[in-house]
């Protein structure tokens, strides 16, 4: 059984369509990506100044959206 520690609640979870890949927006105002192979996160994503909530990848899988309850938006390039 594999497990993927987050310091606060989990607020979404979306799979990447182009990868073994899943993305989480949580209350610590972090948006992580978790590679499922590996089984540990591979990328964080900082900015929001208030919990993220909701993500989205573009279906080439290049890039998340990802909200947070401060009304912002951000845009992050996966390919880096």
Do not use: M
Not at 23 to 38: E, H, M, N
Not at 50 to 61: D, I, Q, V, Y
Request: contains cysteine; glycine residues 4%; proline residues 4%.
């Amino acid at each position: 059984t594999s497990q993927f520690t987050c310091q606060d609640s989990v607020n979404c979870v979306r799979f990447n369509p182009s990868s073994v890949s899943v993305a989480t927006a949580s209350d610590d105002f972090c948006v992580k990506l978790w590679d499922l192979r590996l089984e540990r996160c591979i990328a964080n994503f900082i900015g929001h100044k208030s919990p993220s909530t909701s993500l989205a990848f573009h279906p080439n899988g290049q890039y998340l959206i990802s909200s947070s309850r401060g009304n912002i938006v951000k845009l992050w390039d996966l390919r880096r």
